[in-house]
């Protein structure tokens, strides 16, 4: 079976790492160069958690956390660090309640933590008065930049051919196959994975997809001592009901990454730039500071990035209406890192078996029609 991912970010490494593993002839197309920073799943690191406000999601996250250890036990490298991770916000939220409820339905062992309790675990956090912290002793960070490269280069190994600088201009089905038209020529194929991200719109405007391409961006801000915030020292953590969230030092970079999920405006990925915000990167400080101590003043670094949104917040993982050799991979509406070695797989395996797999289909194109 021959099978060409288009797209070679989070989601489309991953489904060409698998489609190699499972001894396909698979092609990949990126449009840039492995690792660029023009799309979504360029930094350092990516927050991983079982932690979601609904159990759809708390629930595809054991399937997803197998698949990175899948993933790591091929390469034989650390992707996915584990420190913990601490949900915190009034007792009275409903995101953080609805979190709650989500990891008592999965099963999912947490602890609920006091101001004073998380103080002693943590002393670098105060969640601040009033408020109550999840802890989750699985949460932790991977390291995206890696992941990336990674999969790509095992892909090779095992057998993928990678076009880098090649875009993919359409895509065409006729007589059992399916055509990819690139902008240096074409290439027929059994089956085809669409991982094109911010991009997914433009490529398969047929489809109508009502998604918004939104700017985001992380800072990382200096301390005091860097000692104090090293993974399991410090957690990663999210804030509600403002979605703030942060990580320990991964390593890679000085002084500790923060970001907010909302804020940044609709942006045209096809512009050369990626511009970063002030405004946000002050904010996003200040309110680091409220919850963190040991932390400098100091933004010292900052880096945009693109988010592309379906209406309520879920993936596409779907066939092309009418056909059983086009999947659509995509909208992973700035939270899908950690679900994208295994979307890689189920786009994989839809490839071969011509079907969605159980449980997906909360991920259907079907819902926006
Ligand atoms: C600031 C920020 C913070 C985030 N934090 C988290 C987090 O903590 N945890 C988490 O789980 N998720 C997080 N996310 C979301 C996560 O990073 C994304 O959901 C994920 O990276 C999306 O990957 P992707 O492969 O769909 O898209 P992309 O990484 O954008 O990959 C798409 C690729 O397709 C290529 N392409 C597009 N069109 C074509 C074409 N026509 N021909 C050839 N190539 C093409 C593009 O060049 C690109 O390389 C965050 C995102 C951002 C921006």
Redesign the pocket.
């Known amino acids: 079976m021959r099978i060409a991912i288009?797209?070679?970010?989070?989601?489309?490494s991953a489904a060409l790492l698998e489609a190699a593993r499972a001894g396909f002839e698979v092609v990949g197309?990126?449009?840039?160069e492995i690792g660029?920073e023009?799309?979504?799943?360029h930094?350092a690191?990516?927050?991983?958690r079982r932690t979601y406000p609904d159990a759809f999601h708390s629930r595809w996250m054991g399937p997803a956390y197998e698949a990175w250890a899948r993933v790591e036990a091929l390469m034989g490298e650390e992707l996915f660090v584990k420190c913990g991770g601490l949900t915190f916000g009034p007792e009275d939220d409903a995101t953080l309640r609805a979190t709650c409820d989500a990891l008592v339905d999965c099963g999912i062992a947490h602890k609920v933590l006091s101001r004073e309790g998380v103080a002693e675990r943590f002393p670098a956090v105060d969640i601040g008065k009033g408020a109550v912290g999840i802890y989750q002793a699985d949460s932790g960070?991977l390291r995206?930049d890696r992941c990336v490269r990674s999969q790509v280069e095992a892909a090779k190994k095992l057998g993928a051919v990678v076009h880098e600088r090649?875009?993919?201009?359409e895509i065409v089905e006729k007589n059992g196959g399916v055509t990819v038209v690139?902008d240096h020529g074409s290439e027929r194929f059994d089956a085809v994975v669409v991982?094109?991200?911010?991009?997914?719109g433009?490529?398969l405007p047929g489809l109508r997809l009502p998604l918004r391409v939104m700017l985001?961006?992380?800072i990382y801000l200096g301390v005091d001592d860097e000692g104090g915030f090293t993974p399991g020292e410090f957690p990663v953590w999210i804030h509600h009901p403002t979605d703030h969230?942060g990580f320990p030092s991964d390593g890679v970079l000085p002084g500790i990454k923060v970001?907010w999920h909302h804020g940044g405006p609709e942006f045209d990925p096809s512009l050369p730039d990626r511009p970063v915000m002030e405004e946000f990167s002050d904010s996003v400080r200040d309110h680091a500071r409220k919850h963190v101590a040991g932390l400098t003043g100091e933004v010292v670094s900052a880096k945009a990035?693109?988010?592309?949104v379906t209406p309520d917040e879920r993936f596409i993982l779907d066939f092309v209406p009418g056909s059983r050799r086009q999947i659509v991979c995509?909208g992973?509406?700035?939270?899908?890192?950690?679900?994208?070695a295994l979307l890689g797989e189920l786009a994989v395996v839809m490839a071969r078996d011509g079907r969605v797999p159980a449980n997906a289909e909360p991920w259907s194109l079907a819902r926006f029609r």
């Open positions: 288009v797209g070679l970010g989070a989601a489309g197309f990126e449009q840039f660029h023009l799309g979504s799943s930094g690191s990516r927050l991983i960070f995206a090649c875009e993919v201009i690139t991982t094109a991200g911010p991009w997914v433009r490529l985001r961006q992380t969230y970001a990035c693109l988010y592309t995509s992973c509406s700035g939270h899908g890192f950690k679900f994208s």
